[in-house]
């Protein structure tokens, strides 16, 4: 059961890429465009309930396998998921206890993401687009899609963890 | 530690950035091993979606029936002209005696096993690499035109650069064959229409819509006549020295799940050591079964 939350990641990594592009709204007609972040989601819920370091360490992880895989610049996404994992990983037991505190803190964390990639795109010169251009059809549906993805997910995230450490869930 | 970490990301950076890079080994180990996780997600869900599709199809297939068969009419007066014209270009060739033709290409076939899920890079990639074959720059293509080149080759896989990828590298030498031949380049898309861009055209040349565009044959690898699209605008570019044509693509670069990789020119000669051995291995068995009648014989 060790190696329960890194296939977890690992599945919702390889899920990103393949399911997930098969059936995407945008390649079937439709304007809006969803950018899935749910391995990231998974990373920041486990630096906030498990600990900084726990967020950490799987974030440089899968961050240099989405770099490898999904990206043709290196260290975009190891630098970004790393840096916004350690910086939203409150893991007080004040947060821990209102899963609305968890809540907004990976949706921020996620917007953050977003802008992050989106301005080191736009400074590498892949993208050229204005902020304008895909405010309405892609950051902002992939907020809502990401948010409500971690609203499910939340819960149950964290009364795994609390079943695996043997903790209480208050 | 910050900063330390800064660095280290430019430098990375700077290194992928870095023109005519090879995979590194531990890039094509996690490539390769992230690869077949993929191609056993992807197969599944590309039935599922392809069943998905087939229930819609079924919709329309009474309409559909009935234009293709106004368009079998056609075909059949299409194919005695082919075989005309195949006859005469075979004579025609004879004549000059051309050995090989830019057109000859060989074909791999190739699943597509994920997709970039950030919208910033135009990327895919597919189920087979360097051990089958495939190189860098190859061309690859669906059955409806060209969607892009191979753009980084590990060992089982490999990953393809579409034509709607935005990076500044993403060129391709492509043509417009009307009265005269036009050359330009495809670079990227339009970011307001969504089409591709065909640029570096000559002010003085006019081109028109409608107008096929396909790939020149020019550079490296790629086989000419490639079919890439259709011209819907043409524009004359900001400096006023040259025209930019906006092409709607004919492959479809939404709905990929089998693509093909071609490959300029190399078809021929395969085929002719394959006939060679061929020939060897049948003399080797007439030779065996010889010995074994004389044997059986003998007894």
């Not at chain 1, 899968?62 to 990983?89: A, E, K, Q, R």
């Not at chain 2, 079998?72 to 050995?99: F, K």
């Amino acid at each position: 059961m060790r190696f329960a939350l890194p296939a977890v990641m690992f599945l919702l990594f390889i899920l990103e890429g393949t399911a997930f592009q098969i059936f995407a709204p945008d390649y079937r007609g439709s304007e809006l465009q969803f950018i899935p972040r749910f391995m990231f989601l998974l990373i920041l819920m486990t630096g906030i309930f498990r600990g900084r370091s726990h967020g950490l360490f799987y974030a440089v992880i899968f961050g240099i396998l989405y770099d490898i895989v999904y990206s043709p610049v290196l260290g975009v996404y190891t630098f970004g998921i790393g840096l916004l994992t350690y910086l939203f990983s409150m893991s007080t037991s004040y947060i821990k206890r209102r899963l609305g505190l968890v809540l907004l803190l990976v949706l921020m964390a996620v917007i953050g993401f977003e802008y992050y990639v989106y301005g080191m795109m736009s400074l590498l010169g892949i993208t050229s687009l204005a902020h304008e251009a895909i405010f309405t059809t892609r950051l902002l549906p992939s907020f809502i899609m990401n948010g409500l993805v971690a609203a499910l997910m939340v819960y149950p995230v964290r009364s795994w963890f609390y079943s695996v450490d043997g903790l209480d869930d208050r | 530690m910050l900063l330390v970490c800064l660095i280290f990301l430019v430098g990375l950076i700077g290194y992928s950035l870095s023109d005519q890079r090879n995979l590194s080994w531990p890039e094509q180990f996690v490539q390769d091993s992230v690869g077949t996780v993929q191609s056993i997600f992807s197969r599944p869900a590309y039935l599922l979606s392809n069943s998905i599709d087939a229930v819609n199809d079924l919709r329309n297939v009474y309409q559909e029936n009935q234009v293709l068969k106004s368009h079998l009419d056609e075909y059949a007066s299409l194919q005695v002209e082919l075989g005309e014209l195949q006859r005469r270009n075979q004579e025609l060739e004879d004549m000059t005696d051309m050995e090989e033709d830019l057109l000859d290409y060989s074909v791999r076939n190739a699943m597509v096993i994920h997709r970039s899920p950030d919208r910033w890079n135009e990327l895919i990639g597919i189920n087979q690499g360097a051990q089958h074959g495939i190189e860098e720059d190859m061309a690859v293509m669906t059955s409806e035109g060209l969607i892009g080149k191979i753009r980084e080759v590990s060992q089982f896989s490999s990953s393809v650069q579409l034509l709607s990828d935005q990076d500044a590298g993403n060129r391709i030498s492509a043509m417009v064959d009307a009265d005269e031949t036009v050359y330009g380049f495809m670079e990227g898309i339009d970011d307001e229409s969504g089409h591709l861009r065909f640029t570096k055209v000559d002010i003085d040349i006019e081109i028109e819509e409608g107008q096929i565009v396909s790939t020149s044959g020019l550079g490296g690898v790629f086989p000419d006549g490639l079919v890439i699209g259709e011209i819907v605008n043409v524009e004359t570019d900001e400096f006023g020295l040259s025209q930019t044509a906006l092409v709607e693509p004919s492959a479809n670069f939404y709905h990929l799940d089998y693509v093909m990789i071609i490959e300029r020119s190399a078809s021929a000669m395969e085929d002719f050591d394959a006939v060679e051995e061929n020939e060897e291995d049948a003399a080797l068995e007439e030779l065996l079964e010889n010995e074994q009648d004389s044997e059986e014989e003998g007894e």
